[in-house]
């Protein structure tokens, strides 16, 4: 006899701030601990923690990855990517003539756009074949090298449209990453609804692609109104001579964060209409998925995530992670049910590589890119 | 909440029984049992308190265990319900991790820097020629030329020459000073042997013992390769931290940016060494010091006025060690009653330059004998680098 667990929510995240707080404090203390050696330890020790909070039709999501895996994909970096890139930027610049030294470095940069699209694949293979569920692996079958040069195909088209090729870009990376993911032998499909992907995106991208310019103004006026206010009320600027040093610097920074307050707040809609977009454009096995990203808490999920990350210098950067993984897994609903019984193990061949150039990339926060 | 059995071929659970031997978990699923033994088992649980059971190797099946069976296998394994049957690593790894990164650090943060004297000395002159015209690449980005230095720069090098000299400075004929319009008072020596002082720092001086204190200070950092070891133990460092930090993230942005002049910084020792050896070409010049510990202790007080990180201190007056024990140094080798290094009227010639004079009220020229040595004649002087010859870009 079958049995299914009878939820009431088909995905949560019960994961509670405190207790993802602790390892982060713990993991922060033994990167300082070991120069940050520790790092694929505390990556596994957090993903673990997270995965396992994470609970689909009742039953958890559980990540069985090893740190020494992680390890070793860093040692295979070393020589492939860190050597050339120590030899590109420390001796070159140094021992070649300027001309070849620059054309190395400008190669490398070039380069590493299809390489860190690579890395992103390797590093959703290797995270997909690491999560179970049920028992049964997730994978990510498809090349990386085509995932690769599909994205600087879409980098140099997004370039040359100044960017308004990006929603299309999104969806398209999504699409390729989507189809080719597997639960156990079962594809995900990115469906066509008889739409554009990226229907519904371009007004909220709009408003982020103004973003900058609007932000840029705004900022400016803002400070303008509160020096004006002060002035007005007499707390200060009667003379110049009290402009000093701090005053102008502490204006600038505030101008400066409040710039990119209202940039963040100005691309969240967008955002938030790529996420739900995509989440309502894959299917399993018939079942449809439906996410409930709304434009302000995702902002003040983001904003969070960022004062986290920036306060603790990089090194509370999961809790924001987690913050993130758990808005988007308490509002993503499954439509339908797939037959699970039918869903047999995966097939797909497992990563060997670790994350290797995902690390050297810094690609994730600390917690993972599913 | 029951005992299920997930069997790792299809993505459902199964009613189960679990009992519990010695050394073995039976599970019983319909007909089939299967028996696991504790040691082969490992934890997979969820974050609400449920024990979930896995095989190693991992074949798939999980077994999710009701609340009673969870008392019972705590009593019948209780070494399952250790930290490392969850994937806890041991402190024997965190240990040597730990002594991984600092072994690393060893190497690279002390072996790279003792081995900086003979590595700089071995660098061929190209290859430091080759590193110059980065330095003055950078200089060019924050300094502009001075048209109207010439017959400054000419004097200062007459002196740096005569004090050269005095000393028996081999290098005496690579080392050439130049002027610079700079917005804020320093001096500098890069890595072909030049001096580039900022006109600032003229402006600043108030008597040309101070500037000349300054100047032997940089002469020494050259004699004594200095500029080069700087170097070397910045990549060093630079490597050190992309190894271990790894990514385009901060680590990669110290390394990064340890390759850059303005992050260079010479050692305690290597300031310390400067500081001695440039009190001797003092001496040797017949060049009172106190002209440098005057300018060490207005430092001083300046430092303690300003607010901290607003120096606007020259970076060889603010390095290591204290300035107060630097001043100190320079007070105890002053002699009384010499001539300035620079006579009255040069002085003026060199105040006056690169609009030197313009940054603060120049003070009277200073009164006094003319210098005990002869400037050196206009046959011997150092030879001009074409590269700063011309405006250093």
């Known amino acids: 006899m079958t049995v299914e667990a009878a939820p009431t929510q088909s995905f949560a995240h019960t994961g509670k701030l405190f207790n993802v707080l602790g390892l982060a404090f713990k993991n922060a203390a033994l990167n300082i601990l070991t120069l940050t050696l520790y790092r694929f330890w505390a990556r596994t020790a957090m993903r673990r923690r997270l995965w396992s909070r994470a609970s689909v039709m009742g039953d958890p999501l559980e990540y069985t990855g090893t740190a020494s895996e992680l390890f070793r994909g860093f040692l295979i970096a070393l020589p492939t990517f860190f050597l050339p890139a120590i030899l590109i930027f420390y001796i070159a610049p140094l021992f070649m003539d300027p001309t070849t030294a620059f054309w190395l470095a400008a190669g490398f940069y070039l380069i590493a756009i299809p390489l860190i699209a690579a890395a992103r694949y390797w590093m959703r293979r290797y995270q997909l074949s690491r999560t179970r569920w049920r028992g049964i692996k997730l994978g990510l079958a498809g090349s990386a090298g085509a995932f690769a040069w599909a994205s600087f195909g879409w980098q140099i088209l997004q370039t040359l449209s100044l960017g308004w090729y990006t929603p299309v870009a999104r969806m398209n990376r999504a699409k390729m990453m989507w189809e080719n993911a597997r639960f156990g032998d079962q594809p995900f499909e990115f469906i066509d609804d008889g739409e554009p992907p990226q229907r519904g995106l371009w007004l909220p991208f709009a408003l982020g692609w103004f973003a900058f310019p609007i932000a840029y103004f705004g900022g400016i006026i803002l400070v303008i109104m509160i020096v004006a206010g002060m002035a007005g009320a007499g707390v200060a600027f009667p003379t110049s001579e009290e402009f000093t040093p701090g005053v102008i610097i502490g204006i600038g920074v505030g101008a400066i964060l409040l710039m990119l307050l209202l940039v963040l707040l100005l691309w969240a809609p967008y955002n938030a209409a790529a996420m739900n977009r995509i989440a309502s454009l894959i299917s399993l096995d018939g079942a449809r998925f439906q996410l409930k990203a709304k434009t302000f808490p995702l902002f003040f999920i983001s904003l969070a995530g960022w004062i986290i990350t920036i306060l603790s210098l990089g090194l509370l950067a999961p809790v924001g992670g987690y913050l993130q993984v758990r808005y988007v897994l308490n509002r993503l609903e499954i439509i339908g049910t797939p037959k699970f019984a039918e869903i047999g193990q995966s097939i797909v061949a497992d990563s060997e590589a670790g994350e290797s150039l995902g690390d050297a990339f810094d690609l994730d926060m600390g917690v993972g890119v599913i | ?393």
């Open chain 2, 1 to 393: 909440m029951q005992t299920r059995y997930a069997d790792g071929r299809a993505a459902v659970t199964h009613d189960a029984s679990a009992e519990f031997t010695a050394d073995t978990l039976q599970v019983s699923v319909g007909e089939t049992r299967h028996a696991w033994p504790y040691a082969e088992l490992h934890r997979a649980d969820d974050g609400a308190g449920r024990v979930i059971l896995k095989r190693k190797p991992d074949t798939g099946e999980r077994l999710y265990l009701s609340e009673y069976d969870s008392t019972r296998l705590q009593d019948a394994a209780p070494a399952l319900f250790k930290p490392r049957a969850s994937g806890v690593e041991g402190r024997a790894t965190v240990a040597g991790l730990t002594a991984a990164a600092w072994s690393l650090a060893a190497v690279f943060l002390l072996g790279v820097p003792m081995a900086a004297e003979p590595i700089a000395g071995q660098v061929p002159p190209r290859y430091r020629e080759q590193i110059a015209d980065i330095s003055w690449s950078q200089v060019g980005t924050f300094t502009d030329y001075c048209d109207d230095s010439d017959e400054a720069a000419r004097i200062l090098n007459d002196m740096a020459y005569r004090m050269m000299t005095a000393s028996n400075v081999e290098m005496r004929d690579e080392v050439w000073i130049t002027i610079v319009d700079a917005p804020f008072p320093n001096a500098f020596a890069l890595p072909d042997n030049s001096i580039v002082v900022t006109d600032d720092l003229m402006a600043l001086a108030e008597h040309p013992d101070e500037l000349t204190g300054v100047i032997a200070h940089e002469i020494a950092h050259i004699e004594h390769n200095h500029v080069m070891k700087g170097i070397i133990r910045s990549v060093g460092a630079g490597i050190f931290f992309d190894i271990v930090f790894g990514g385009a993230g901060a680590g990669q942005m110290v390394a990064i940016a340890s390759v850059n002049l303005a992050s260079l910084r010479y050692s305690r020792g290597d300031e310390t060494d400067a500081d001695l050896r440039g009190l001797d070409y003092l001496d040797a010049a017949g060049i009172d010091a106190g002209g440098l510990a005057r300018l060490f202790e207005r430092f001083q007080e300046e430092a303690d006025e300003e607010a901290p990180g607003a120096s606007s201190i020259p970076t060889m007056l603010s390095s290591h060690p204290a300035t107060d024990a630097r001043a100190a140094a320079a007070r105890a080798r002053s002699r009384q009653g010499l001539a300035p290094s620079i006579s009255p009227a040069d002085w003026q010639i060199v105040r006056a330059a690169c609009g030197a004079a313009m940054v603060e009220d120049v003070e009277t020229p200073v009164e006094g004998p003319a210098p005990t040595t002869p400037p050196t004649t206009p046959s011997a002087p150092a030879p001009i680098p074409p590269e700063v010859a011309t405006k250093p870009e």
